[in-house]
């Protein structure tokens, strides 16, 4: 069975860091990757999708990379702003969800 | 415009109580999902339908009993509630088949916050 971890469970950083979230999973036969950002009270909101056969996707400041040999996706956040305060959580074939990362991006 | 809506947001109600959630799509989406997130945030899928027809039951009590009338509705039933029911549903949709094979983002609604007293 399929188990996704994220670790930190929780990061502090300052305004305009560049910053890495780690998803890291058990199974390396995966048919696609997909990284959520939740804001508290609210639902999912989808990020970037990454398919097996990605290696990346990008979407404005945002990075995510996928090494199914070494079971792992990060997501990467440049210059980060005080907006992209939120729990970041990463999904594995669709369903298989992560317990993510609390992101505080401090003013 | 509400992508995907559920009532009610809050359900506060008594141990063995039955109640319901509703859940509906306006993306035109062949696929619907309920997910459990529990208090350490862990989200856990319970059920998917794709045109009104179950494709996934993860090892859901009989208690919880999803109704597709139609494939931009899905509601979730639930009998006799316990305490450990506590937690946020969360509905979503996708237009894929809901095998966890798809290559189409899922969209969520906001979530339904059930407390059991």
């Known amino acids: 069975k399929q188990e996704v971890t994220q670790i930190p469970a929780a990061l502090s950083v300052p305004e305009g860091e560049n910053l890495v979230l780690n998803c890291s999973f058990t199974d390396s036969a995966i048919y696609n990757l997909q990284w959520f950002r939740q804001d508290p009270g609210k639902g999912l909101t989808s990020l970037l999708l990454?398919?097996?056969?990605?290696r990346e996707q990008t979407s404005g400041r945002l990075n995510a990379s996928l090494d199914k040999s070494s079971g792992r996706s990060t997501l990467y956040i440049a210059a980060s702003q005080p907006g992209d305060s939120a729990t970041y959580l990463c999904a594995v074939n669709q369903f298989y969800f992560g317990t993510g990362t609390s992101l505080t991006v401090i003013p | 415009d509400t992508a995907v809506s559920q009532t009610p947001k809050y359900l506060v109600t008594q141990m063995g109580n039955d109640k319901s959630i509703k859940c509906e799509q306006n993306l035109g989406h062949d696929t619907m999902y309920w997910y459990k997130q529990d208090s350490k945030k862990f989200l856990k899928i319970m059920f998917s339908?794709?045109?009104?027809?179950?494709?996934i039951n993860e090892t859901v009590p009989n208690r919880f009993s999803p109704k597709s009338p139609d494939k931009a509705h899905l509601n979730l039933h639930i009998n006799s509630l316990e305490l450990g029911d506590s937690a946020v549903y969360f509905c979503a949709s996708s237009p894929d088949q809901g095998s966890g094979y798809g290559n189409q983002p899922q969209h969520f609604g906001d979530g339904t916050r059930l407390s059991i007293l």
């Open positions: 990454i398919q097996s056969s990605q």
């Open positions: 339908y794709n045109n009104k027809e179950l494709i």
